[in-house]
């Protein structure tokens, strides 16, 4: 059975990771989309967690489970791209401002790096050196520093990349500053959908936006290429997905555990430290101080 675990997050940052052992059941946006329910899987030893279920249809989901305990529970909106637009009618979902931001964002870095150049990756040598790469980088990103959620280098995270790229279900981009490699992004592809499995970018480059253009870039070549429906940010929320989005559906992921005093214990104390991080939040947005403590929780 697959591992996962409860995490106690503050910010960007994880203080505290349980392990559980808990099958997965997750939606992906065409199923979101279709308001379907994919097949549930069978329990875990301790649970299952559910990623990213319409919240309409979270009543049903829990059910198939029933005497389990839930905690841990997220609800957000999931972003994704409507890619039948063109690249141009994307761009007209903006703001004339907000287009003016991201032109100058480019400029901005190709004016201090020298330039910069962007690499596409498809086949499996390409992924070869896409990871060779992007590997190293991740490391150094606060995505794997504080959260392990960086580009994974198990061996069969990598071997499955190989295989999906020899089906012609893989796409990934390295972002240069100069001869630097500065961000990276992940896209695997599910059905008619491009996955937004992993951004990273070196910290030391965060100034200059480099996720942002990468991303940028990344959408212009892939909306030229006219394969995809949909850019699924998965699950979770944020500026990044918020702003880049075209549309979004309301989501929830949670857990549900076996109801043992362990599992209940946990579900417990996960609930009152999320509610002690949501107190603290409020005050420090009254007081002004967010920013600022976002910004240490990351470095």
């Known amino acids: 059975m697959a591992s996962a675990a409860i995490d106690f997050t503050l910010g960007s940052r994880r203080l505290l990771r349980v392990p559980r052992a808990l099958a997965t059941w997750s939606f992906g946006l065409e199923a979101v989309l279709a ?45 994704y791209i409507d890619m039948s637009l063109s690249f141009a009618g994307y761009l007209a979902q903006f703001s004339g401002k907000t287009r003016s931001t991201l032109r100058r964002k480019a400029r901005k870095l190709a004016d201090e790096a020298g330039g910069y150049t962007m690499t596409e990756h498809r086949t499996p040598a390409e992924i070869e050196a896409f990871l060779a790469v992007a590997l190293p980088l991740s490391s150094r990103t606060y995505q794997a520093r504080l959260l392990g959620a960086g580009l994974p280098e198990d061996a069969d995270a990598r071997r499955t990349m190989l295989e999906t790229a020899e089906a012609d279900r893989m796409r990934a981009f390295l972002l240069y500053a100069g001869r630097e490699p500065v961000a990276y992004l992940s896209l695997p592809v599910c059905g008619q959908t ?9 910290p030391d480059w965060a100034r200059l936006s480099v996720g942002t253009v990468l991303q940028m870039d990344a959408l212009e070549r892939l909306f030229a290429e006219g394969r995809f429906r949909w850019f699924d940010f998965t699950e979770g929320d944020g500026a990044h997905k918020a702003m880049f989005g075209t549309h979004a559906a309301a989501c929830s992921s949670l857990a549900l555990l076996e109801p043992t005093f362990a599992n209940r214990t946990l579900l417990g104390l996960r609930g009152g430290f999320d509610a002690s991080v949501t107190s603290a939040k409020t005050l420090a947005m009254r007081s002004g101080a967010l920013g600022r403590i976002r910004a240490i929780l990351r470095s």
Not at 39 to 53: H, K, N, T, Y
Not at 194 to 202: C, E, N, S, T
């Open 194 to 202: 491009l996955v937004y499995a992993h951004l990273g970018y070196d």
């Open 35 to 79: 308001g379907a329910l994919p097949p549930a899987p069978p329990s875990g030893r301790d649970g299952v967690r559910i990623l990213s279920v319409p919240i309409e249809f979270l009543a049903d989901a829990t059910a198939h489970y029933p005497g389990f305990i839930a905690g841990g529970r997220q609800d957000y909106r999931r972003h």
